[in-house]
């Protein structure tokens, strides 16, 4: 039987995906360049932009207040569109395919 299965690590959320997807999905809205918009790109943004922010992990009612705190951060925020602009120029100029 491995480690996680005896535990219920479903619980276990990063409230920084949510923030990295939305802002990433603005400012794809509004990119004018030349961008590829595959899948397998825009996954690899948002995985960019993810490993370059601070996790935002909660767990609980208490752990959620917490993260949202951090997210009402304008520090935060701006690290984030910050980390989602930077992501989008390197796939852009290193797509994941030729």
């Known amino acids: 039987?491995?480690?996680?299965?005896?535990?219920?690590f479903d619980l276990l959320k990063n409230e920084a995906e949510n923030l990295v997807l939305d802002e990433l999905g603005r400012q794809l809205?509004?990119?004018?360049?030349?961008?590829?918009?595959?899948?397998?790109?825009v996954v690899d943004m948002a995985a960019i932009a993810l490993n370059s922010v601070?996790?935002?992990?909660?767990?609980?009612?208490?752990?959620?207040?917490?993260t949202s705190q951090a997210m009402a951060d304008d520090a935060y925020s701006e690290s984030v569109r910050t980390a989602?602009?930077?992501?989008?120029?390197?796939?852009?100029e290193n797509p994941s395919h030729d």
């Open 29 to 41: 809205e509004s990119y004018t360049g030349e961008l590829c918009t595959c899948n397998d790109c």
């Open 84 to 92: 989602v602009s930077a992501a989008i120029e390197k796939v852009r």
């Open 1 to 8: 039987m491995a480690f996680a299965d005896d535990y219920d």
């Open 54 to 66: 601070k996790p935002l992990y909660r767990f609980s009612i208490l752990g959620t207040l917490y």
